[in-house]
């Protein structure tokens, strides 16, 4: 079991950037991967970035390719989702997630360890 205390999100005006930051508990962490969901109102919770335990293989989806990088550090059991040039269709509330395992072909399945969640608000 992997517990997630995601932080960082918060308002920030179209074009600007955030960093939000998950922390993870559990001995499990370096052996999964992780990845941050996003859930807009009214759409579908949606895969926005996902990384290898060991970090060696990443994957973004197309509406933040560019412009979002996910990095962890399995010393301190973090894993960050850096945003930049925010457009206000990233308004959502961003989810962490831990996977059931550590190679990238977990990233399609669904995690088993979920954080609370963090509201990110893009608005001028």
């Known amino acids: 079991q992997v517990q997630l205390l995601e932080s960082g999100g918060g308002l920030v005006q179209p074009g600007g950037s955030l960093t939000l930051s998950c922390a993870a508990s559990?001995?499990?962490?370096?052996?999964?991967?992780m990845g941050w969901f996003r859930q807009a109102p009214g759409k579908e919770r949606e895969l926005v970035a996902a990384?290898?335990?060991?970090?060696?293989?990443?994957h973004y989806a197309d509406s933040v390719k560019g412009r979002v990088t996910i990095a962890r550090d399995n010393a301190k059991n973090t894993v960050n989702l850096q945003m930049n040039n925010q457009k206000p269709e990233d308004t959502a509330v961003y989810y962490c997630?831990?996977?059931?395992?550590?190679?990238?072909?977990?990233?399609?399945?669904?995690?088993?360890?979920w954080g609370q969640g963090t509201q990110v608000t893009v608005s001028s």
């Open positions: 997630a831990a996977y059931g395992g550590g190679g990238p072909g977990y990233f399609t399945t669904t995690p088993r360890n």
């Open positions: 559990g001995r499990t962490f370096r052996s999964v991967a």
């Open positions: 990384i290898t335990n060991g970090g060696a293989t990443k």
